[in-house]
């Protein structure tokens, strides 16, 4: 087992922004919208214009989005046809699992992805209203201040020596005429007669 002090030698804690959480949810919702008149039949239901983002509220995580619905209906004994418009908004919990003890806090980012397009599931008329439920998969990702442990080389030299292997011969030439081979024994005098 190795001891605190020498543990510390080998790693070194990092703290970084990483994914701490992830997952997705398939989610229904019903909704209901009254035309102008009592429709007879549902001709058609298409969603338009989403719009979502992540939220995180006391230590929850949430999505929050709208859509608008067009639905295109017939009246007047299916002889005549309109189309009602309505803007739907929604807010999903996302109960995601946090990893290694993670929270969320007030520098927590939540990233949303769409992945499965809302649609409606099942229309119908009810009355003088039509009912309808839209499905839609939704993915998040917490990210979040997280800690990561590295190994360390304490003897790892990561620099590469320089060696200037291309000497001109002008630099051979410079030695040659600076060097003075008398040198030695010019100041070996000097100092004996002092």
Do not use: Q
């Not at 605190?4 to 919208?33: P, R, S």
């Not at 009602?84 to 807010?91: D, E, M, T, V």
């Not at 998040?140 to 080389?153: F, M, S």
Request: charged content about 25%.
């Amino acid at each position: 087992m190795i001891g605190g002090n020498a543990y510390m030698a080998y790693f070194k804690e990092i703290v970084t922004k990483a994914v701490v959480g992830k997952g997705k949810k398939v989610t229904t919702d019903k909704h209901m919208i009254k035309p102008d008149v009592a429709p007879n039949t549902v001709l058609g239901c298409w969603i338009i214009n989403h719009r979502f983002n992540g939220a995180t509220s006391g230590g929850d995580t949430f999505v929050n989005g709208s859509y608008d619905v067009n639905v295109w209906y017939s009246y007047d004994n299916d002889t005549k046809t309109g189309v009602c418009s309505g803007n739907f908004a929604y807010s999903d919990k996302m109960n995601v699992p946090l990893t290694n003890g993670a929270r969320i806090t007030n520098n927590t980012e939540v990233i949303v992805t769409s992945l499965s397009d809302p649609n409606v599931v099942d229309v119908k008329v009810d009355g003088d209203s039509i009912t309808f439920n839209v499905r839609k998969e939704m993915g998040i990702e917490v990210v979040g201040d997280t800690k990561i442990r590295v190994n360390v080389e304490d003897n790892f030299d990561d620099y590469t020596e320089i060696v200037d292997d291309e000497v001109s011969e002008a630099v051979f030439e410079e030695i040659d005429r600076e060097v003075k081979e008398d040198y030695l024994e010019e100041n070996s005098l000097s100092t004996d007669e002092a």
